[in-house]
């Protein structure tokens, strides 16, 4: 099969000054697949088949998430989320580039409105890490107002829209703008008299943990609006000390901490493992809020559990769990005026 024609993906924006440790990390990320292998003990063939697979949408993994990995197993299941694959080059009936038409979604530039009352602004177009399932990996930013006069038209639209009660920063990640920026714009937020929550969807206090740093728990702290963050990990094995001592300084700021997962096959398809992310994510203080159905991005087929599979899990995982340690099962339909809730 040809691969799929993926238009690049925008670079990173650059980190302006690597002060902080976090920026240094995020510079010194692992980007070549050959590292990686080498890093993890396992075969280098691997490596020449990620750079074929990985066109436009470049392997990118924090140290600190590799360190987490099981060396010399090439079915680790976190290895499996980052390293891309041949399977991505391989055209499925379904799947397309913008699986959730958000480009249809976008009111203003850097803003996407798809819920009654909610907001997203596209904080940045940038990430800690390549995740191969995500679902924005072929996403226009840069087009999409994901810049910095992106986002303050986005807030200028919010400022005008008295409906909209949450603003939820996404991108990308949002926590990849430093402190200093992050805190003028969610100072322009708060500004906004209508505006009663803030919600910061990030990957980053998973991935990078040292990110959660004393200037970004004391924006959080200060603000006057209610702060969800809701993190995602897939795994168990994502959620060692270092990230249960990040998620602690956030509830320490008062943050409502939350879970999103992504059910992935190969890498959490199991009763065993749901149950134990669950448990894990409860012992940190942070509740599982979705299990989501992958959502039908090209060169993700391989991820894929079917929604009966996935039913069949979240059964189980019910009959295990108490309530409030079981994730809604949910997945996005365009269109649809909220997430569709499967179980
Ligand atoms: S962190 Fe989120 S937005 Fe970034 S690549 Fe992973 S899934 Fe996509």
Redesign the pocket.
């Known amino acids: 099969m040809p691969p799929p024609a993926t238009p690049p993906r925008p670079p990173a924006e650059p980190v302006r000054q690597a002060t902080a440790g976090w920026q240094r990390e995020l510079a010194d990320a692992v980007r070549d697949p050959g590292e990686l292998c080498r890093l993890l003990a396992i075969d280098l063939p691997l490596a020449d088949e990620a750079r074929r697979s990985a066109a436009g949408f470049p392997l990118l993994v924090p140290r600190a998430f590799v360190a987490r990995m099981r060396k010399g197993d090439r079915h680790d299941p976190l290895l499996l989320q980052v390293l891309p694959v041949a399977a991505e080059r391989q055209v499925a009936a379904g799947f397309s580039a913008d699986p959730l038409a958000e480009a249809a979604a976008l009111a203003a530039p850097g803003l996407v409105q798809k819920y009654a009352g909610r907001a997203l602004v596209l904080a940045t177009g940038a990430?800690?890490?390549?995740?191969r399932?995500?679902?924005?990996?072929e996403f226009p930013y840069a087009e999409s107002g994901a810049t910095r006069a992106g986002v303050e038209a986005a807030v200028d639209a919010v400022a005008a829209d008295p409906t909209i009660q949450e603003v939820i920063l996404s991108?990308?990640?949002p926590l990849l703008l430093d402190d200093e920026r992050l805190g003028r714009l969610v100072e322009r937020i708060e500004a906004i008299p209508h505006v009663r929550r803030l919600r910061i969807?990030s990957?980053l206090p998973i991935?990078l943990p040292t990110r959660v740093t004393e200037s970004l728990t004391a924006i959080l702290a200060a603000t006057r609006l209610n702060t969800v963050m809701v993190v995602?990990a897939n795994h168990p094995a994502e959620l060692d000390a270092a990230v249960a001592a990040a998620l602690a300084r956030l509830a320490a700021a008062r943050v409502i901490l939350l879970n999103q997962a992504?059910l992935l096959a190969g890498v959490n398809d199991s009763v065993a493992v749901l149950a134990t992310l669950s448990e894990r994510l409860v012992e940190i203080g942070v509740l599982p809020y979705y299990l989501h159905l992958l959502d039908r991005v090209q060169g993700t087929a391989h991820f894929e559990v079917s929604e009966d599979a996935a039913k069949c899990l979240h059964e189980a995982l019910r009959a295990r769990l108490p309530g409030y340690a079981v994730p809604r099962l949910a997945r996005e339909v365009p269109g649809e005026p909220a997430k569709v809730w499967i179980m």
């Open positions: 990430c800690a890490i390549n995740c399932y995500c679902f924005r990996r991108g990308g990640d969807h990957r991935v995602h992504v």
